[in-house]
């Protein structure tokens, strides 16, 4: 299909005797939100892991753009277009807004700290970087120390860091955990305008987030998908109450 951006296909991964996932086939297509959902210890995070590099596949490929990624590190991956936000945040808390943003416009020329100095200075990787926190509607706090933020502000700064590199597609690892309430329906809005700036492939706990912005949701138990379809396919599937939202309900 001409229109995927991301996909993955039969990836597998065991520890031990755990097989964490197994054979998961998934496609991620231009313009839409693609949820991941599946109760805890379903596989989702090892997914995400092999889709983004950190944890080697034991088998299976992952296609960027129709390229075969499946070797590439996971700097490569991202600067292949691979638009990465972690369930841990990875920001320097003590820099500001700006910095953090210009470190990951950092990320298309090498070896991020070497050249620090000059980059502070290098109008180019500058106007990348405010113009990813404009995207995000950060650029009001580029002055400020990170540590600052709210949490929900932090991961929009960490999806700036992800915009300077110019994304083909978003994989993102429970962005709504730990923002409250108010805090999820706010990066809900977000999450819907970002959109279109490149696909994202969604793991999230917050069903009403999930069911509010997907287009598709495939459903994740013992590291395999049994069920994928529209939010209403879900929904109303047997298999899938009985797997994974029955238990919720
Ligand atoms: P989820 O994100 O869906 O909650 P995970 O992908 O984190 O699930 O975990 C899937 C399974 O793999 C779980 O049983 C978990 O305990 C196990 N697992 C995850 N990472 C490791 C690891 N590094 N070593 C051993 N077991 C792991
Ligand atoms: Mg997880």
Excluded at 2 to 29: E, M, P
Excluded at 43 to 58: E, F, N, P, V
Excluded at 138 to 167: C, F, I, K, M, W
Excluded at 186 to 194: A, H, I, Q, S
Aim: with cysteine.
């Amino acid at each position: 299909m001409s229109d995927v951006v991301l996909s993955t296909r039969n990836l597998k991964k065991s520890f031990g005797a755990l097989k964490a996932t197994q054979d998961v086939s998934i496609d991620l297509r231009a313009g839409e939100i693609h949820a991941i959902i599946g109760p805890n210890g379903a596989g989702k995070s090892t997914l995400i892991g092999q889709i983004c590099g950190g944890l080697r596949s034991d088998s299976g490929r992952v296609y960027l753009n129709n390229q075969d990624i499946s070797s590439k590190s996971t700097q490569e991956r991202a600067r292949a277009g691979l638009g990465r936000t972690f369930q841990i945040s990875a920001l320097a808390m003590e820099d500001t807004v700006l910095e953090n943003a210009l470190l990951g416009a950092l990320g298309h020329s090498g070896n991020p700290w070497r050249f620090w100095g000059a980059a502070s200075r290098d109008t180019d990787l500058r106007d990348r970087a405010i113009e990813a926190l404009v995207r995000v509607g950060l650029d009001g706090a580029a002055g400020q120390t990170t540590a600052n933020l709210s949490h929900g502000q932090r991961r929009q700064l960490e999806v700036a860091v992800a915009l300077t590199l110019s994304p083909k597609a978003f994989v993102m690892d429970e962005p709504m955990a730990g923002l409250g309430a108010e805090g999820s329906k706010e990066m809900t809005g977000f999450l819907d305008k970002l959109r279109h700036e490149a696909p994202i492939l969604l793991v999230e706990h917050d069903m009403d987030a999930v069911f509010s912005l997907a287009d598709r949701i495939s459903v994740l138990v013992y590291g395999q998908v049994i069920a994928s379809g529209t939010v209403d396919e879900i929904r109303s599937s047997p298999e899938v109450r009985e797997a994974y939202l029955g238990e919720e309900a």
